[in-house]
Nanobody
Framework: QVQLVESGGGLVQAGGSLRLSCVAS????????MAWFRQAPGKEREPVSA????????YTTEAVKGRFTISRDNAKNTVYLQMNSLKPEDTAVYYC????????????????WGQGTRVTVSS
C-alpha cells in the first residue's frame, strides 16, 4: 500500500504562486506514474497534471498550461506541482495520485490517492 502525503496548500491572492509537494512512502515510487488532481466545490475531481516514472512524459490540462509545472525527484520520493499566476478558479482541494496510465490527452484512474491539500485563491 502506497501512502501519499501532500503539503504546500494555502491561501494566496490571484496572481500569486504556490508549490505543492507529495511524498510517497515506498521506494518503488520511481516505478510509478504520478499525478495531481483537483476537486473544486460542487465539481467532479479532475486531472491537472501527470508525469511518467522518469519525468520524460507529462500531461497538463488545458486550463493550467503555461502556469502549472509538474516535476519529480525520485531520490526523494517526491512529486511537485509548481503553480504560478494563480486564478480564483484554481481554488480546489488538490490530490496527489499514483499508479495509473496516461497519454497526451487522458489520464487513467489511479490506484493510490493522498488525502489532499486545500488551495484557495482570493480575487
Amino acid at each position: 500500500q502506497v501512502q501519499l502525503v501532500e503539503s504546500g496548500g494555502g491561501l494566496v491572492q490571484a496572481g500569486g504562486s504556490l508549490r505543492l509537494s507529495c511524498v510517497a512512502s515506498e521506494r518503488t515510487f520511481s516505478n510509478y506514474n504520478m499525478a495531481w488532481f483537483r476537486q473544486a466545490p460542487g465539481k467532479e475531481r479532475e486531472p491537472v497534471s501527470a508525469i511518467n516514472w522518469n519525468g520524460g512524459q507529462t500531461y497538463t490540462t488545458e486550463a493550467v498550461k503555461g502556469r502549472f509545472t509538474i516535476s519529480r525527484d525520485n531520490a526523494k520520493n517526491t512529486v511537485y506541482l509548481q503553480m504560478n499566476s494563480l486564478k480564483p478558479e484554481d481554488t480546489a482541494v488538490y490530490y496527489c495520485a499514483a499508479r495509473f496510465s496516461f497519454s497526451s490527452d487522458s489520464v487513467g484512474r489511479p490506484n493510490y490517492w493522498g488525502q489532499g491539500t486545500r488551495v484557495t485563491v482570493s480575487s
